[in-house]
């Protein structure tokens, strides 16, 4: 079933290492929101089916948006769209903004789950990566968040910062567990160009951790969780059973989806559409009622490495006869030298056509995907 992403792009200020698209010029969030009720509309043809089991805001950060803002947003949805009962209707929120008054507002909204983007609980760190909030206000949110009754949460945290010993990340997952989150992601810090620390890393003020001390990091953070009754279902995703992210899923299985607001990707298993990243340009357009996208067809060798990359990340697997079946591409005899490989060196396995990591091949899982695309 199809989903409906929305980006938001504004946040308080800018994190140290993101990448994302966002402005912190807050002036235009309501000119935003109407532009986004509009693209709606002017869209509402690119998904086939109307019946939507996944909505997630995005960012960004959606937790600035206030609760009028969201309700203009889910009337629209509504006039367009049916929602399945079990829709997962998630937003992306920062502590800092989830006070009780905007706890309750969220969920008078509709949200039914929150994505919150902790980080970590140490002040130097959150001080470091520049975030907007402190270990303070992400305990009082998580408190706000349990006790006005959401059911569903998922924390962010990062490992592999400069500085940060196992010992703090161990004790990051100690702390994320007083509140038993549904799901929890841990991302490894990457140093991306055209970012504060890009810049530092340029010159020479910030050395990324080093690869042994990542992978070392990635395991401390698998085999707590692992032991806390946590499914690592994909390289940087956990969950308590059956609490998988709908919305993440459904990109790994082809689903799908449409992307609103700038920045936002589409994807409709023939296409992919990518709305302009900038602001002002954007709403300009929306003015005129055009959606400003590029839009890209996707060719058989895309469709397989998409499938190839996306499923090989997963506890699901690559299913090489859903390959064949799919693409007509058969995997086992393009790439038989290397599969055997991996299989010796015990960084895949193949059981009934399956094709999946192991603990030892997630770590290298960019790399093993890479050279198993055409
Ligand atoms: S709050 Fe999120 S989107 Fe905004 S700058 Fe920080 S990491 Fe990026």
Known sequence: ??????????????????????????????????????????????????????????????????????DKIFEQIHNLYKLDTSCEITLEANPDDLTKTKVAALIKSGINRLSIGIQSFDDPVLKFLNRAHNAEMALSALDNVRNAGFKNISLDLIYAIPGQDHDAVKKNIEMAMRFTPEHLSAYSLTIEPKTVFGNWSLKDKLTPVDEAINAEQFEIISSHLIGYGYEH?????????????????????????????????????????FNISNNASYLKSIAQNKVPYQRETLTRENMINEFVFTTLRTIWGCDLNKLQDEYQFNLHDHRKKYLEELMANELVTLNNQVLRLTQKGKLLADQISLDLML
Not at 233 to 261: F, V
């Open 233 to 273: 279902y994909e390289i940087s995703n956990y969950c308590k059973p059956e609490y998988y992210s709908k919305h993440n899923s459904s990109y790994w299985k082809q689903e799908p989806y449409l992307g609103i607001g700038p920045s936002a990707h589409s994807y409709n298993k023939e296409s992919r559409q």
């Open 1 to 70: 079933m199809p989903g409906l992403y929305f980006h938001i792009p504004f946040c308080k200020q800018a994190c140290h290492y993101c990448d994302f698209h966002f402005s912190t010029n807050l002036s235009r969030i309501s000119d935003l929101v109407d532009a986004i009720v509009k693209e709606l509309l002017l869209q509402k043809e690119y998904l086939a089916d109307k019946k939507i089991n996944s909505i997630y805001f995005g960012g960004g950060t959606p937790s600035i948006l206030e609760q009028q803002h969201l």
